[in-house]
């Protein structure tokens, strides 16, 4: 079924008499591109995922990041923005087998949506980071193992920051003095 033939089923349905306000059709635009020097195996490893060119806020995001800058990246969805925040995030860890980010989000779903994505990136990149969630689903043997373990990139929400980082932050040392991101 197409777009065209489901809004056409909506809007006929009696179950959404009066419920549509607005319908309006945005024409799709060209991508835009732009160059950027990233890391041979970043590259590489991009390019084994089918991604050969970054869209233009992609290079954008990622060369703010490098020179230290604070970003909001605000596009559709599926526009890219992982890569934009873990490109950067590869390139430290190859650049520095200790080097740390954090990752925190509101929901647990999306923690557990972007360990995947990490994972499947750091599965073609093979840069040796530690990937871990930490999050209240985990036990007190599995939050100790990412606390003390070899993790370079933790993904988390503000529940855990507030009632482990926070709270225990001597635990967490070694985690950030390392931490590049």
């Not at 056409?8 to 309006?24: A, D, F, G, L, P």
């Not at 209240?136 to 920051?161: C, F, H, S």
Request: charged letters at 25%; proline letters at 3%; glycine letters at 4%.
């Amino acid at each position: 079924m197409n777009i065209s033939s489901l809004l056409n089923e909506i809007k006929t349905s009696s179950r959404y008499e009066n419920q549509i306000v607005h319908i309006e059709e945005i024409p799709a635009r060209e991508a835009l591109y732009a160059p950027l020097k990233l890391k041979k195996q970043v590259k590489v490893a991009l390019s084994r995922a089918g991604i050969e060119d970054l869209y233009s806020h992609q290079a954008e995001t990622i060369e703010k990041i490098r020179e230290g800058k604070d970003i909001v990246l605000c596009t559709t969805t599926a526009s890219g923005k992982s890569l934009t925040y873990m490109a950067p995030i590869f390139e430290a860890v190859l650049e520095n087998p200790e080097a740390t980010a954090l990752y925190i989000s509101p929901l647990n779903a999306l923690v557990n949506d972007q360990l995947k994505s990490f994972l499947e990136f750091e599965e073609v990149l093979k840069s040796g980071a530690g990937i871990a969630r930490y999050t209240g689903a985990l036990n007190e043997a599995q939050k100790r193992k990412v606390r003390e373990g070899e993790t370079n990139v933790i993904l988390t929400n503000p529940e855990m920051i507030h009632m482990s980082f926070l709270a225990w932050h001597h635990l967490w040392k070694r985690f950030f003095q390392t931490s590049n991101s």
